[in-house]
């Protein structure tokens, strides 16, 4: 085939995709409720977290991060607060508290970073944010780089833990960093695992359990390049946690690297793995999926590259979107957060595939956030709302 045909053949190669994709049926959406922002309010969405927990009773758990806005745009909003709803699984507000935070407060809320909620095993809460302040001194005493909240089942607040940096060294020389993390996972022990990466933005990977009091049980890391973290983590059979993490090797770039940890935190194997680091990841019920660029010529193509838990590629599977926000596990596939443009604005899509990547469902366009699966096995997302994202809505999918 000359290079005549194949300039001809591709875009039509990627408009059968995109319409492929664009065929998918549309799941049921079981709930669908707004979230409000307090009186006088609006929500802050930005930086990495997991703002979305749901319970085993279907209770979903959002943390709402908002603000009173400055007369002046650019002055420090005139209030903040971070706010746990309570929303039941028809829809029904049960529950409405400001957690005790209080840190500096910049135009649009907090000056922090990495906020997240984990559900325990107890059925107990854990929120952790850590402060991302550039005015924190150079030098100095700080102690307290994030805060783990332990709040019990009914949003009583039972500890509020402060949480120092990987080592007393790090602590010293970078007194302006904080924890940005990707990963926050329940333990069967009622612990909960932490990922992402520690530094004042370059990072480096970093990996930690904690008990709900604030208790540093093991960690593993911080790796010494930038920008590393771990992207994705998730609990063996033989209680042994995988992680996926990018790291920089000293030669430069970037590698995907495949860490097992024991229950305990030892050490026990470190892989790398072939392809590039740039899209994203998850660690699935069986071995992980990456993102990767397709290498057949087409700039924009990319596919999905199923690896075991020792590296070695068991397939690859096209995945036709331009641009993909969040990869989760989802029983034995995947769901995600794509765009067919990736300027396209805010206009996303959940999907859901199933262990080859076969996409099974495809919402309708909505500016969303965040996924998770709910035990039951539905997809819970968080939805922006108004002309300036100001708002936020609870969606709940299930299958067709």
Do not use: C
């Amino acid at each position: 085939m000359d290079a005549r045909m194949i300039r001809l053949i591709a875009p039509l190669m990627s408009a059968a995709m995109a319409g492929a994709a664009l065929a998918q049926p549309a799941p049921r959406v079981m709930l669908d409720v707004p979230v409000p922002a307090a009186e006088r309010f609006r929500i802050n969405h930005e930086g990495p977290g997991a703002r979305l927990a749901v319970g085993r009773d279907g209770t979903h758990h959002i943390l709402v991060h908002q603000f009173q806005p400055a007369a002046q745009s650019l002055e420090p909003a005139t209030a903040a607060r971070i706010d746990l709803v309570a929303v039941a699984s028809d829809g029904e507000l049960k529950r409405r508290q400001t957690l005790p935070a209080t840190e500096k407060i910049t135009f649009n809320g907090f000056a922090i970073a990495s906020l997240g909620i984990v559900t325990a095993s107890s059925g107990d809460h854990a929120v952790f944010w850590s402060a991302n302040d550039p005015d924190i001194p150079a030098r100095g005493g700080r102690s307290r780089f994030a805060t783990l909240l332990h709040l019990a089942a009914d949003g009583g607040v039972k500890k509020t833990s402060a949480i120092g940096p990987p080592n007393v060294a790090q602590g010293r020389t970078d007194a302006r960093a904080y924890y940005e993390l990707y990963v926050y996972a329940p333990t069967p022990d009622n612990a909960v695992l932490l990922g992402g990466g520690f530094g004042s933005g370059p990072y480096a990977w970093w990996m930690g359990k904690f008990n709900l009091d604030g208790v540093r049980l093991w960690q593993a890391g911080p790796g010494n390049g930038f920008p590393e973290r771990v992207a994705a983590a998730a609990r063996r059979v033989d209680g042994s946690w995988l992680s996926l993490v990018t790291e920089m090797p000293r030669s430069g770039g970037l590698d995907w690297v495949i860490r097992r940890n024991a229950a305990d935190g030892t050490a026990l194997s470190r892989t790398r793995l072939p392809m590039p680091v740039g899209y994203e990841a998850a660690v699935l019920r069986n071995g992980s999926v990456l993102i990767a660029n397709a290498g057949d010529g087409r700039a924009a193509a990319q596919e999905l590259v199923f690896v075991d838990d020792r590296g070695h590629i068991r397939r690859r599977s096209p995945w036709p979107f331009a641009q993909t926000l969040r990869l989760i596990a989802d029983g034995d596939g995947l769901a995600a957060i794509v765009e067919d443009d990736a300027a396209s604005d805010g206009q996303r899509t959940v999907v859901r595939a199933d262990a080859t990547g076969a996409i099974r469902w495809r919402s309708a366009a909505a500016d969303v956030t965040e996924i998770m699966r709910t035990p039951d096995g539905h997809i819970a997302a968080l939805v922006r709302t108004g002309k300036d994202g100001e708002g936020l809505r609870l969606v709940r999918y299930a299958d067709p």
